[in-house]
């Protein structure tokens, strides 16, 4: 079992810093201002505590390099060890990296101030990071947060409804932004002005920034600079947009008038071209009659004088030799 005492100042990590077996490593004791080390066959000597310090650091940072780092949310990360198949979780704050493996909480337990296990400087060294003191002077946590919402905010479509109004599609929803002076508020997260306003951009916001044209590291000192020529500029546009789609409309009206007028003349045309027609047929059938009526005078009987004789005034015998003769001649 772990005891405060032999925690950080140990036999095993004597022996890992003389590169020896532990087994060589007879006495280790803390004082007030060193540690006292006996050594198998060596003289026993003093040794600082800081150098057990530094080891304690490296030693875990160095363990951490074959571990495996998956992100699941914007501060909580799990850690995988696939040589021995565990899994941990690690959600990071802005002054600590908290981990839920037992070196952690051995660390809560026997230090005034936990530091950072094994699993805790592979998320670092995720987020580009190597000491703990580094992440808290340079504001790791707020920075691991906006990499995260601006890596996500590149997957999101976004659609401007107003001068000041945006809707963002995420892969499970739908969230609105608004644009004010110092910040872009989503309908996603519940505002904290005390906050640093980098804290105030969700990934929705940055998606936003990005439709906007803001990209890098002053982005967002960009945005507040530039919020009231984005306004104006879009209501000038809006403006320029609806000029557009009046002159558009006049011509569409233009176009569909025109358009009956040709469609008007064309009917017209076709009309006039029906009663030619039907004039033509009315001509035609006239004059297929009248040939028709004279061939039948023709075939009708006359008297000496050329009148036509009636049929009742002539017996049928008559008519029948007298039109044979008229077809004999007309056809010999």
């Given at each position: 079992m772990i005891q405060s005492e032999d925690y950080?100042?140990?036999k095993s990590a004597v022996a890992r810093m003389l590169n020896i077996a532990s087994s060589l490593v007879v006495r280790v004791e803390k004082?007030?201002?060193?540690?006292?080390?006996?050594?198998?066959?060596?003289?026993?000597?003093?040794?600082?505590?800081?150098?057990?310090?530094?080891?304690?650091?490296?030693?875990?940072?160095?363990?951490?390099k074959e571990l495996v780092v998956d992100r699941l949310m914007p501060d909580v990360f799990a850690v995988i060890n696939e040589k021995k198949s565990s899994k941990y979780v690690i959600k990071i704050k802005p002054d600590a990296i908290v981990c839920t493996c037992e070196d952690y909480k051995n660390q809560n337990?026997?230090?005034?101030?936990?530091?950072?296990?094994?699993?805790?400087?592979?998320?670092?060294?995720?987020l580009g990071i190597e000491k703990l003191s580094e992440y808290i002077k340079d504001n790791g946590y707020q920075k691991a947060l906006d990499s995260f919402n601006k890596e996500h905010s590149a997957k999101m479509?976004?659609?401007?409804?107003?001068?000041?109004?945006?809707?963002?599609q995420?892969?499970?929803?739908?969230?609105?932004?608004?644009?004010?002076?110092?910040?872009?508020?989503?309908?996603?997260?519940?505002?904290?002005?005390?906050?640093?306003?980098?804290?105030?951009f969700c990934a929705h916001g940055y998606?936003?920034?990005?439709?906007?044209?803001?990209?890098?590291?002053?982005?967002?000192?960009?945005?507040?600079?530039?919020?009231?020529w984005l306004v104006d500029d879009y209501i000038n546009k809006e403006d320029e947009?609806?000029?557009?789609?009046q002159a558009m409309n006049d011509e569409g009206e233009e176009l569909d008038r025109l358009r009956a007028e040709r469609e008007a003349i064309e009917a017209a045309k076709l009309t006039e071209e029906e009663d030619a027609m039907n004039c033509l047929f009315t001509a035609q059938s006239w004059g297929t009659a009248s040939k028709a009526k004279e061939s039948k005078k023709e075939l009708e009987p006359t008297?000496?004088?050329?009148?036509?004789?009636?049929?009742?005034?002539?017996?049928?015998?008559?008519?029948?030799?007298?039109?044979?003769?008229?077809?004999?001649?007309?056809?010999?």
């Amino acid at each position: 079992m772990i005891q405060s005492e032999d925690y950080i100042y140990s036999k095993s990590a004597v022996a890992r810093m003389l590169n020896i077996a532990s087994s060589l490593v007879v006495r280790v004791e803390k004082w007030a201002n060193c540690a006292f080390v006996i050594i198998k066959g060596k003289r026993p000597r003093f040794w600082k505590k800081f150098d057990f310090l530094l080891h304690f650091a490296d030693w875990r940072r160095s363990q951490s390099k074959e571990l495996v780092v998956d992100r699941l949310m914007p501060d909580v990360f799990a850690v995988i060890n696939e040589k021995k198949s565990s899994k941990y979780v690690i959600k990071i704050k802005p002054d600590a990296i908290v981990c839920t493996c037992e070196d952690y909480k051995n660390q809560n337990k026997f230090l005034p101030t936990a530091g950072v296990c094994k699993h805790g400087y592979a998320v670092l060294r995720k987020l580009g990071i190597e000491k703990l003191s580094e992440y808290i002077k340079d504001n790791g946590y707020q920075k691991a947060l906006d990499s995260f919402n601006k890596e996500h905010s590149a997957k999101m479509r976004v659609a401007r409804t107003d001068a000041y109004s945006f809707a963002v599609q995420a892969p499970t929803n739908i969230y609105y932004c608004d644009l004010h002076p110092s910040i872009i508020k989503c309908s996603c997260t519940q505002y904290d002005t005390k906050k640093l306003n980098s804290e105030q951009f969700c990934a929705h916001g940055y998606a936003v920034l990005s439709y906007l044209g803001f990209t890098g590291n002053q982005q967002i000192k960009d945005y507040k600079l530039g919020f009231e020529w984005l306004v104006d500029d879009y209501i000038n546009k809006e403006d320029e947009i609806i000029g557009i789609n009046q002159a558009m409309n006049d011509e569409g009206e233009e176009l569909d008038r025109l358009r009956a007028e040709r469609e008007a003349i064309e009917a017209a045309k076709l009309t006039e071209e029906e009663d030619a027609m039907n004039c033509l047929f009315t001509a035609q059938s006239w004059g297929t009659a009248s040939k028709a009526k004279e061939s039948k005078k023709e075939l009708e009987p006359t008297d000496e004088n050329g009148n036509y004789i009636d049929d009742e005034d002539r017996d049928d015998d008559e008519m029948i030799d007298y039109y044979d003769d008229k077809q004999s001649r007309k056809y010999y």
